[in-house]
């Protein structure tokens, strides 16, 4: 009888401890999350991208994803944008209104192409997405004014010989 109690009490006691320990990790990823919201309301773009990739290496979700490339988008760092863009875009829940951040992150970086195929892949231009459709026609190519690949990043070195 009292081995019967010992095992009952022990699994209630791992069960409590199991129950505890998991509510306590997702509240400290909400805190992870609400204090990267905070850092992007304060314009540190930066920590908070930091911080929404470490939620998103946790528990990859769409929103965190989008998070991530909204993040990037106020750096103006258009490539990690359009890369964390293509991963929102990995998953069902992505929306006509996503893609049309997609594309414009697309178009920035150079991959206007790739998207437009990721998109039509993906089912966005048949006759029920008809939104998706018409902005992808109506983009503006940028090609024409783009520099070719190689030519797109300029690397700055401070001149030391320059006299004052």
């Known amino acids: 009888m009292v081995l019967i109690m010992k095992k009952i009490a022990t699994q209630v006691i791992l069960s409590a401890v199991l129950v505890f320990g998991s509510v306590g990790i997702t509240e400290a990823q909400k805190n992870k999350i609400r204090y990267a919201d905070q850092q992007m309301e304060l314009m540190n773009y930066k920590t908070a991208s930091a911080l929404y990739q470490q939620a998103y290496a946790k528990k990859p979700t769409m929103e965190s994803a989008i998070n991530v490339a909204e993040s990037y988008e106020a750096l103006r760092d258009y490539d990690n944008a ?57 983009r503006p190519r ?15 070195e401070p001149m030391t010989e320059l006299n004052s």
Do not use: C, I
């Open 142 to 156: 940028m090609q024409a004014m783009q520099a070719p690949a190689g030519q797109r990043k300029v690397k700055l």
């Open 82 to 138: 359009y890369t964390w863009w293509k991963t929102a875009a990995g998953y069902e829940e992505f929306t006509v209104e996503d893609s049309e951040h997609l594309l414009n992150m697309a178009e920035l970086s150079g991959n206007l192409e790739e998207a437009e195929a990721m998109l039509e892949a993906k089912g966005f231009t048949g006759s029920d997405s008809t939104e998706v459709k018409t902005l992808m026609m109506s």
